[in-house]
Every structure is written in structure tokens, then in C-alpha cells.
């Protein structure tokens, strides 16, 4: 059984439920490691002074945020401490939303949520019931390894599942991402009919497993 990323407890209203969250995904891409081709010796990277050959230890790496000039503000530790969002071990719903209503676009990550121990049980059950019934998910906010996500929770199956999601400002505009786009327009009614029947003759039911990775799969071979 997988080790919980984070344990703390849902909350909205007067209802609390102890839970833990546990990673719902897990990459598979291939990885390397880098050797010197004609030693066979393992290559490293290491952190080095611009201009130098003198490799600096962590302790004494401090952080730079770019400015639009070009230009370095160094940051240290105990400033950014200072501002990190207060350390807390609750996900708080503040609001309930249609599901269909939230775009794809603005997922992130999923995890799992699961009952703490027994006696959140039933807490748990029934929340994930009164949430399949009602049809929504819930939006809340919770800090996590010093960082503040949004996150939307709905149920699934035996499982609630928590998505963490962008924020409105990381999503870009498509219009300015992408340039030219065609508007609304009218188009010929016997080539928008003959597209849709294209689209209907290619539906089916969906089936993650159907679907495979077959460059890592080729790689791995």
C-alpha cells in the first residue's frame, strides 16, 4: 500500500473528514542516465560558479527572481519564508460547481482521498455518496509542501478523487498564444453534416486500456 502525500482532513460547514492523499498517476517515461561514451564512466552535474570552476554547496545557493530587464533580485530563505501560506492540514470546500462546467484545461494532477483510519469511515462514505447524488464537485484550497493549490473534488466510483488545477491567470488566452484563429462562420450544411457523420462512425465507448504508449514500449524493447 502507498505511503499518503498528505494527511490532514476535508472540511465545509460543520462537517470534517480525517482523510490522506495519495498519488493517482504515475509517470512511465523511460529514463537514462548520462556516461562518457568512451569511458563508460557516469557523468554528474554539478552546481558550479558562472565563470568558475569551484562548485558551490547547497547551503550556499541562494534564489534569484528575473526581472523583465534581465536583472537579478536575490531572495533569501527567510524572506520567503515569511510570505509562504500558513501551514495547514485542512482542504476546505468553499464551493460546489456542475463538473461539466469546470474545462479540462484547468486540470493538474490527481489524487486519491482516502478515509484516515475506520473511524472516518462513514464520515467518508457519506460524503462521497451525498457528492454522487448531488452530481457536483467540490472547489477548495489546500497547502501543500509550502505551496497553496486549487483543487476540485468529486466522486468516483468507491473513490473520491482530488484534481489540484490551475489558477485563472496561468491559463493563457488563446487568441494571444496561438495567433490567427478562425471566428464563427457560416459553413456548407453538406460538409458540416458529412464531418459530424464521421465523428459519429468513429465514437466508442471509452476504454483507457486500449490505449498504449507504444514509443516507450518500442524503447523499452
Sequence with gaps: MARPVWQGAITFGLVNVGVGLY???????????????????????????EGTDREVDYADVAKGYETESGDHI????????QVAPDTSRSITIDDFVELADIDPIYYERAYYLAPRDEANEHAYALLREAMKRAGLAGIATLVMRNK??????????????????????EVREPAETVGSLPGKR?????????????ISE????????????????????
Excluded: C
Aim: glycine residues 2%; without cysteine.
Design 148 to 169: 497553496q493549490y486549487l483543487a476540485a473534488i468529486r466522486a468516483m466510483d468507491d473513490v473520491l478523487v482530488l484534481n489540484t488545477m490551475h489558477f485563472a491567470d
Design 74 to 81: 536575490i531572495v533569501t530563505q527567510e524572506e520567503l519564508e
Design 186 to 198: 457560416e459553413l456548407p450544411k453538406r460538409e458540416l453534416d458529412t464531418a459530424v457523420r464521421l
Design 23 to 49: 498519488s493517482a498517476t504515475e509517470e512511465q517515461t523511460v529514463s537514462f542516465h548520462q556516461f562518457e561514451k568512451d569511458t563508460g564512466k557516469r557523468v554528474r552535474n554539478k552546481r558550479v560558479a
Design 202 to 221: 468513429l465514437t466508442v465507448d471509452w476504454d483507457p486500456a486500449h490505449y498504449h504508449d507504444t514509443h516507450r514500449e518500442r524503447v523499452l524493447k
